[in-house]
């Protein structure tokens, strides 16, 4: 959903030919996937299907066997020498990875910090923003999510789903050009999971790319430009919501969505 100029130049995921194994299991087998500059892509399939190890590539929290990962042509965790992939120092790959935002489902707050803290702190550890340019951009973003009224509060104090949007502001705040999201709602009791999905739906209007693992099939009917659906980690098929979510063409998302939304 591309609203504006600035993102049609930035935000560009490719991720060619991707294989991950573990202890001899091939989890994800030759992944082949574009989503272009402000799009918004839910990936859906069965528990165990690879497509959190997929989302976990594209920032590098996870390795690859072979092939690459790039966000506007520059490639993710590796630099290239020779035709051969070496992976960067650690510092070179935080320094990288801040161009992807990623929220768990299970929030990871820091439980010493407020959500003012919680949020201030990667831009601040990074010298991005002194700590009052964070603090005024932080309080922007809290607002943006709803919590304007909740910075000087700890994780604990705050609902799942509050802890949650907390994590999808600390994502803005280093203003990725791509943002992850892990099942953000699956951690949450149902009657949380809409407030989560609101903010979701407001930033797929903004124009960043989003690539969302989710098992919400109506939030990913409504919100997502592609339906992309992973299968014994390969992608069986991919295509508009309209048409993968109500006339899927292979058997293995057929059964899937008879199953999910009997």
């Known amino acids: 959903m591309t609203t504006t100029a600035d993102a049609a130049t930035r935000g560009l995921v490719e991720i060619h030919n991707v294989h991950k194994s573990y202890g001899g299991v091939e989890v994800l087998k030759g992944i082949d996937l574009t989503v272009q500059p402000g799009e918004v892509v839910a990936v859906l399939g069965a528990s165990g299907s690879g497509k959190s190890t997929l989302l976990r590539t594209i920032n590098h929290l996870e390795t690859v066997d072979r092939g690459s990962v790039t966000v506007d042509g520059e490639l993710i965790g590796y630099e290239q020498r020779n035709g051969k992939l070496y992976e960067l120092r650690e510092k070179a790959v935080l320094e990288r990875r801040t161009q992807i935002g990623i929220v768990f489902q299970n929030f990871n707050l820091f439980p010493h910090l407020t959500a003012l803290e919680n949020v201030t702190e990667a831009p601040i550890a990074l010298g991005r923003l002194s700590k009052d340019d964070a603090r005024e951009l932080v ?122 939304l009997a």
Not at 150 to 156: D, E, L, S, V, W
Not at 243 to 249: G, H, I, K, T
Request: proline share 7%; hydrophobic share 45%.
């Open 139 to 260: 309080l922007g973003l809290l607002d943006r999510v709803g919590l304007a009224d909740k910075a000087g509060h700890y994780p604990r104090q705050l609902s799942g789903g509050q802890q949650q949007r907390v994590a999808i502001a600390r994502a803005l705040a280093l203003k990725p050009k791509v943002i992850l999201f892990d099942e953000p709602t699956s951690a949450l009791d149902p009657e949380l999971v809409g407030e989560v999905l609101d903010v979701i739906r407001d930033l797929a209007q903004l124009g960043t790319t989003l690539i969302i693992v989710t098992h919400e099939i109506g939030f990913a009917r409504e919100v997502a430009d592609r339906v992309v659906f992973v299968d014994a980690g390969r992608i069986i098929e991919q295509g508009p919501p309209s048409e993968v979510l109500v006339a899927p063409r292979h058997p293995r998302v057929q059964e899937f969505l008879a199953k999910v």
